[in-house]
């Protein structure tokens, strides 16, 4: 094998593609990832100091994932040496009677998961500086944690690197030639290999445009807003407060979500979980503050010990599909060209299982779960093939 050709070429060192990349290597397979930026970057979806992991999901598929998800990022840890994962547990409120409520209690009650629930009278002991909708029910999801994302992302790599892996970044793909060998283009030259694998995030499109594939996703900008404690600590990892999802609260449309001050003391990570549409290579042109608007008022209304007016602004895009489910599935046209994509603003939680399947597939192998909520042909009345 020349040292252009390979098993397998991943394009985009996300958090989907590093593992994806880990997952081959450990497979004793000659692997190759390609990063358009240089490493690291913050113009994807995989930066950030943190993410929440949770078993709590309104999908069973999801939940199921959850567990050996959990022990994948152990071993990442103790592979790595560095701590990827806090244990703060999940706060999941939203109208007690409400659909998503009740589809996130059932999974959790079906699963036997480990939960506590906060009646009205415990809710202020447990969860203070917080003030509840009347009607909202609320429990606790006691495993769910932060994950320390741009620590993660490097830890993959690292290990990916150490098992013989290549990456190569600064080197934007710009051509893709289907067949039994895949040809892969950038600036320095041709790349070889049996399969490839894209998760190119926000940028899928743009790669699978050179397969003539059009997947129905949407790519939009969102606001990572930060908001300072009036009493520093308040809603604190170290004092115990948990990261939170409230659904269908009053006004917002969509879920809203926070983590507690941590990785900036003094300054709690509350976001809404829908952006603007954005072109992933103009982001930041994308100015709307729409969803600040619903944040600050959320915040004054339910966390009074917090400003509400952000303190600390960063920006992320998500990768959405119509129905918020992954794409985790051989391209139609091509069965060795394997695609990960719309992860829909809650995938890096499940890199460690995602880039497992990714590369069972790109190895001709059978899933270890099943695929199906996954799959392209759901899109069938939106995907355009030219093929
Ligand atoms: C603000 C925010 C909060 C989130 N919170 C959570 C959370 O709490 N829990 C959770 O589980 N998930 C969360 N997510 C979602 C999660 O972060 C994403 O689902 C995940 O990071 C997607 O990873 P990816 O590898 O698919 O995409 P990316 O990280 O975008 O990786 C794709 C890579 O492909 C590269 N690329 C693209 N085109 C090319 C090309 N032509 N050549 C070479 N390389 C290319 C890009 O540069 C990029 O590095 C959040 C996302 C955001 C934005
Ligand atoms: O995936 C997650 O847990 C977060 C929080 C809820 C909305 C999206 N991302």
Redesign the pocket.
């Known amino acids: 094998m020349s040292s252009r050709d390979f098993d397998c070429i991943v394009i985009g060192a996300g958090i989907q593609g590093s593992f994806t990349a880990y997952h081959l290597a450990k497979n004793g397979k000659k692997a190759l990832l390609l990063e358009q930026f240089f490493l690291p970057h913050s113009r994807g979806s995989s930066h950030g100091q943190t ?4 078993k709590a999901y309104e999908q069973d598929f999801y939940t199921h994932m959850m567990e050996e998800c959990f022990q994948l990022w152990a071993q990442l840890e103790s592979e790595a040496g560095v701590k990827l994962y806090r244990r703060t547990g ?1 706060l999941l409120m939203g109208p007690e009677k409400g659909r998503e409520f009740q589809l996130f209690k059932s999974t959790m009650e079906r699963n036997r998961l480990p939960t506590v629930t906060l009646g009205p009278a415990d809710f202020s002991q447990h969860i203070p500086n917080v003030n509840r909708n009347p009607g909202d029910g609320a429990f606790v999801d006691t495993t769910a944690g932060v994950l320390y994302a741009d620590r993660a992302l490097r830890a993959a790599q690292e290990v990916f690197r150490s098992l013989g892996g290549v990456i190569m970044d600064g080197e934007k793909v710009v051509d893709i030639k289907p067949g039994p060998l895949v040809s892969v283009t950038t600036a320095s030259g041709v790349y070889r290999a049996k399969s490839l694998v894209i998760t190119a995030g926000p940028w899928a499109n743009t790669l699978l445009s050179h397969t003539h594939l059009h997947l129905p996703l949407q790519v939009v900008k969102i606001n990572v807003c930060y908001w300072r404690e009036r009493t520093p600590g308040a809603y604190s990892a170290g004092n115990r407060f948990p ?1 939170f ?1 409230h659904v269908e609260a009053e006004g917002a449309g969509h ?1 809203i ?1 926070g983590l507690p001050s941590n990785e900036y003391p003094g300054l709690m990570k509350v976001c809404y ?1 829908m952006g603007s549409e954005t072109d992933p290579d103009d982001r930041d042109r994308q100015m709307d503050r729409g969803d600040i608007d619903i944040l600050s008022r959320y915040i004054t209304r339910h966390f009074p010990g917090l400003v509400p007016v952000p303190a600390v602004l960063e920006s992320c895009m998500y990768t959405v599909t119509p129905d918020h489910h992954f794409v985790l599935d051989r391209h139609p046209s091509h069965s060795n060209i394997i695609i990960g994509a719309g992860f829909s ?2 995938g ?2 499940f890199g460690p299982i995602v880039g497992k399947v990714l590369c069972e597939l790109a190895l001709g192998q059978v899933p270890s779960y099943d695929l199906s909520p996954f799959k392209i042909q759901r899109f069938s009345s939106h995907s355009k093939s030219a093929l």
């Open positions: 993410r929440i992991i949770r999940l990261c999802i879920h979500y979980h603003g809650h890096f939680k």
